[in-house]
């Protein structure tokens, strides 16, 4: 007979044995403390660290992999196992730009556990989406949300609750709840963004997040990590930063934004003349780039699906208005082709 723990484990669905870091085995509440400066606060963080993170907490590394182990068990197995991808896909959920368009590029939203970054130049409307996310993230399934809180990390003091309110209002929901269910962090300085992801994850299981937005990503790095010789210790730690995002969206199953400037190139002839800042890491660690630019004049934006794991490039157009992103009507489409 088929008892209901294997039914369950069966399933992918692991009853979690353990709630809190004190719970598992070999930490005791003085190593427990040591792991929450190090930012673990939760056993699904300590499941997707390595044994070298531990070590600064005075682990040793056979100790490590037994408290990592212990860690994974209790997750759902779905996160762990590589013969479980198939299952982790299969849980992966998406979340709605609000336009449709834009969804229709992306297969349908914007994917949790994965990174989705959004580049473009100076009022490309990055943060725009960014804001809109916040607010539909917290829509049910069937509006194209996943009823959660969003988590904002706002490193050119660009958040502002004035145009939350305006898109709440479009999209019928009470900005004051909206506005409660988005937890804001400015960073001040590259380390400080890299403290704010480092020790968020008791935030994410508290608040039910599902979706982390970092705008801008690369900003601060940008601005003090100046000239040649420091770009390979900006690059080790932005890549440190995108791998911390990475390991929250898959933990957590969430969607995780990031965006980032364009810089000039100067020696392109052919093809496009920008590219985003961070080079290869970005690049690499980012599942899914998209790239916007404004249309000649007005409210609409293009977008287009640079990089993906798996979706064809493509491109499509939408608008920042009042109410927030929304699609450009077939009329308003012949209208600016008549001009
Ligand atoms: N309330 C509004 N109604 C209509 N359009 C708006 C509104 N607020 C912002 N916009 C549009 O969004 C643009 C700003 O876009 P956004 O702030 O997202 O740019 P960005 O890509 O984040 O730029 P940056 O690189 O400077 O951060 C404005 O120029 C305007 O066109
Ligand atoms: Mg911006």
């Given at each position: 007979m088929v008892t209901e723990e294997e039914e369950k484990k069966e399933e992918g669905v692991i009853k979690k044995k353990y709630e809190f870091l004190e719970d598992l085995p070999g930490i005791g509440p003085a190593t427990a403390q040591k792991l929450r400066e190090l930012g673990f606060h939760t056993v699904e963080s300590l499941a997707m660290a390595t044994a070298r993170e531990l070590e600064p907490a005075g682990i040793s590394e056979k100790k490590a992999f037994a408290i990592i182990d212990a860690a994974r068990s209790s997750i759902s197995v779905s996160f762990i196992r590589a013969d479980e991808l198939l299952k982790m896909r299969q849980s992966v959920l998406r979340l709605t730009t609000g336009s449709k368009a834009l969804d229709k590029i992306l297969d349908g939203g914007l994917e949790t556990q994965t990174i989705t970054e959004f580049y473009g130049e100076y009022g490309s409307g990055k943060s725009q989406l960014c804001h809109q996310l916040c607010v539909n993230v917290q829509l049910p399934p069937e509006r194209g949300g996943l009823c959660g809180a969003a988590l904002y990390i706002d490193t050119e003091n660009t958040f502002r609750t004035e145009r939350i309110v305006q898109m709440s209002h479009h999209l019928g929901l009470d900005p004051e709840q909206v506005v409660k269910n988005i937890i804001y962090a400015e960073a001040y300085t590259s380390d400080h963004q890299m403290f704010l992801l480092d020790n968020v994850d008791d935030i994410i299981k508290q608040n039910n997040v599902k979706l982390i937005i970092v705008?801008?990503?690369?900003a601060h790095f940008r601005s003090e990590y100046l000239g040649r010789e420091m770009l390979a210790s900006r690059q080790q730690k932005l890549n440190k930063h995108m791998h911390k995002l990475i390991r929250l969206a898959r933990a957590f199953n969430l969607v995780a934004v990031v965006t980032n400037q364009v810089m000039a190139k100067p020696d392109v002839f052919f093809g496009d003349a920008v590219h985003p800042v961070g080079g290869h890491i970005v690049g690499h660690t980012s599942h899914t780039r998209i790239y916007l630019r404004r249309a000649a004049h007005g409210p609409v934006r293009i977008a287009r699906l640079v990089s993906s794991p798996y979706l064809p490039e493509g491109e499509e157009i939408f608008k920042i208005t009042e109410n927030g992103i929304e699609d450009v009507s077939e009329e308003e489409k012949s209208r600016s082709r008549g001009r």
């Open positions: 705008d801008s990503l690369t």
